[in-house]
Every structure is written in structure tokens, then in C-alpha cells.
């Protein structure tokens, strides 16, 4: 077992012999140490994949806002001096934010233990990845399919896009010096849920040594109802096409506490498969513990992505009132304890 697998089991044993279900017991400085902040830097897209979540945002919340770089800046620098020690941008394609390159610069500069970018990998140039290797120590790029006519069912994007992704993939493959890269694929009733695509895409993980990540798809609006593949089918097709499946992964956030994130070995490469949960009770119960925190582009906390409830910090950030930035955090934290979005069947 490696240093990082060590640390992490024994936040595990510390949190289940301490914390347990005793909210008053958790503090900002656990959230801050445990939990990564999920930053959707804009909500800005070129793409228009109709089952995207926006994160939990209201779908009419598209293509309006830049997250305010200043505002930025001065949460996570607060944050940081707090213990803050894991990060992830996203969007929204944070590429299209027209200071991405100032924020990774800004992001380089802290030693963070985990620093996540999300994207759906058009955009990445040689210039923009070498940028990211500095600091960031994941990129995580949402393929869904390597044939062209199912991408483009699912994201509308056009052939050029489609053959610039594929090339970006081929570039960042020749980094020798590169963050971990991880290939997302979100399997869909009738769309990429056959063998023949699943196995397309494992190849192609496979040639250019990526990590590769099933997650399954949750209806976000009503039409999506009958859309979903159930979870155990997905980890059945995986294994018919030549996965190994390794076992639980016992050491991201606990969550072998609801549902245990899957692994899996394909070939050379590993990857995982991830049940995400929305409305199951079960996870719900345990989500103000074990879930991002998550800040819109508005410079908002938005802590479930099914309820609308949404704590604005801006004002707080703007009038430097640090004090009331931590508490904002940790009422969000216990607003997620009442697990406001139990029972709900979709996100919106």
C-alpha cells in the first residue's frame, strides 16, 4: 500500500471511530482537508451534450457567466491558508473562460494534494497542457464515444471538433512528463451502451495509456426518465469485453460506505466505474460529508445538485469577511445534512 492509499485509509478510521453521523463533529478544517472544491469557472460550452448536468446548475444558466477571476483568487488563496488541499476546476468547458490560463497559473502556485481540470478536451493545445503538467495532477477529458456519429448524437458537436479532440488525445499521449489523464464515458439507453462501444473506447484508452472512468448517466430533466442503464449492467458488459474487475476502491472519501466506487484492469490500463447516486436515500444520508463543495460561476455554493437552494459568497469575498466565507461553508455542509434531495428521481 503506497503513502497516499495509507493517508486516506486512515482518515477513514478516524472518521468512522470519531465523526460518524455526529454533524457538530465535523469542522471547516475537515471539510477543507477532505473534500475538494469543485469550481465551475464559467458555464460557457461548446458543445451542447443534451444529457449535460451543468453541475446541478439550472439549465437556463448556460452561456452567460465567467466566474470573476479576482473573486476566484481570493476564496481559494482564504481557503488554502485554511487547509484547503483539494481542487478541481470545471465547467461549463473551463477553456472557454477568457483568463484560463491566469487561473492555471494562479492554481501552479499552491501546493495542492489533488488538482483536477474537466473538460471535454477540444480546446487543449501543447501550450494549455504544458501549463497544466506544471501544477495540476489529473486532466479529465468527457470522450462518450469514439465513433463520430454517436459522439455527435450525444453532444452535437461537428465532425472538425470531433477530429480535433482525437488529435489532442493523440497529442497529450506524447507528454513524458504529464498529469495523470483520465477518459470519461457516461453509457446511455440506445446511444453508447453497446459492447462494441464500450470496447472501442477501452482500445482506445489502451493505445495512448489512459486511465478510463464509467459513470452512469441520471435523468436531469423528465424526458430522460428510461434513458438509464442500470449499474450492474454496466459493470457485466465491462467484464464480458475483457475488464477484471479488481474490487472496491476503499480509499476516495469512504464512499464504500454507499456505493463503492468499482475497479477495474483492461489490458494495461486501469480505470474505475462509478455510481453517482442522486436521490438514493443512502447516498443522500451521506453526502454533507463525502461530496464536493461545489462554487458557481456566480460565486455561488450550490450544495446538492438536486435542490435549488444556492448561498451567494460574493458578498463576502468582496467585503473580505473570511470569517463569514468559512461559516457559509460549513451551513452548507449541514444544509446537505438534512439530505434535501432524497427520494428525487431526477436533478431538475
Known sequence: MDGGKKENLNIVKILNQNLLMNKE?????YYLNYLPLRIAVTDYCNLKCFFCSNEGMPLCNKNKTH????????LVKSLANEGLKNVSITGGEPTLHPQIIEII?????FNFKNLFFHTNGINLT???VKKLSEGFTKIAISL?????????KLTGGTKK??????????MISKFSDRPLIELKYVPIKGYNDSEKEFKSF??????????????NFEPIIQEHQGLEIPFEKIKETLIKIGCKFLGNDKYFRDQNRYLPIKKFKYKNIFG??????????????????????????????????????????KKFINQKEKKKIFQTIVHSREFLFNAPGSGSRIWQ
Not at 463533529?25 to 478544517?29: E, N, Q, R, S, V
Request: aromatic residues 12%; proline residues 3%; charged residues 25%.
Open 25 to 29: 463533529a465535523i469542522t471547516l478544517k
Open 67 to 74: 466566474i470573476n477571476i479576482n473573486e476566484l483568487k481570493y
Open 105 to 109: 497559473n494562479f492554481l501552479n502556485k
Open 126 to 128: 501543447e501550450k494549455l
Open 144 to 152: 462518450h464515444s469514439v465513433n463520430f456519429k454517436t459522439w455527435q
Open 161 to 170: 471538433q470531433f477530429k480535433i479532440l482525437i488529435s489532442n488525445l493523440k
Open 202 to 215: 477501452l482500445e482506445l484508452c489502451n493505445s495512448f495509456k489512459f486511465k478510463f472512468k464509467f459513470l
Open 272 to 313: 474505475v466505474a462509478i455510481e453517482i447516486g442522486c436521490g438514493d436515500p443512502k447516498v443522500c444520508k451521506e453526502c454533507y460529508r463525502v461530496n464536493e463543495i461545489f462554487i458557481s460561476p456566480e460565486m455561488k455554493i450550490k450544495p446538492c445538485h438536486i435542490s435549488d437552494y444556492q448561498i451567494d459568497l
